[in-house]
């Protein structure tokens, strides 16, 4: 019986010795696939040592591929940083120069609105005898004196009017006082502020020609414009 058995143990111990060994080269072929490419080399060459050196090396070609690709990628990044660079600096150029052209057509603006108002303060509104009417000619012209004034609300001024030295001198007063209300009248039809506007008559003072012949007295029969004080000054700088 002691016999039997022990044949018995025998017969499964040497069947079961090859489906063990099937078995661990199956995990070694499983391990050695887990290693990588490195380890796998390693080991088969020079054992457990081997399996560690090469895997050892296989990481630093890894980290060495790794490096390279991320320098790589560095660069292609720095190569468009300096093309955004480029481009923003063309911009600005750019940009600086229409600044530059917009201030010359600014300066160039201001200066003929200037060259207007300057000749619009020349202006003289006149009349004709014994009248505080204003004739179209005029008018035109304070049409375009009314859009100055409206563009430009510190801009007063002193409509000051005047007669010639035929008639009676208080009836030239009273002549000249409407001759500057009419002017001003007029303006604030067009839009202007009343408080820009200061009218004050003069009679025959300050004549033009102390003749008294009708050609010349035409031409004290009018109102003429001034800036009024510190806004002259602030024209000036404008």
Known sequence: MKK???????????????????????????????LGTGA????????????????FIGGIIGEKEAAEN????QQVMLSQYKDTDQQLRSTLDRNRSLTAQIDALENEQNRLEQA?????????????????????HFAEQLDQLALILKRKPELSLNLNGYADVQGDESANLSLSQRRADAVQAYLVD?????????????????????????????????????????????????
């Open 190 to 238: 067009q839009g202007v502020s009343g408080e820009q506007l200061y009218a004050q008559g003069y009679g025959e003072q300050k004549l033009v020609d102390n003749g008294n012949e009708y050609e010349t007295n035409f031409f004290d029969r009018r109102v003429t414009l001034t800036a009024r004080g510190a806004t002259q000054s602030q024209m000036a700088k404008n």
């Open 40 to 55: 796998t080399i390693g080991a088969v060459v020079g054992g457990p040592i081997g399996a560690f050196a090469g895997a």
């Open 70 to 73: 991320t320098v790589e990628s």
């Open 4 to 34: 039997q058995l022990l044949a018995t143990a025998l017969i499964s111990t040497l069947m079961a010795a090859p489906v063990m060994a099937k078995e661990k080269k199956e995990m070694a072929s499983e391990t050695a696939w887990g």
């Open 116 to 136: 207007r108002i300057d000749n619009l303060l020349a202006m003289t509104v006149q009349f004709r005898s014994g009248s505080s009417r204003i004739e179209p």
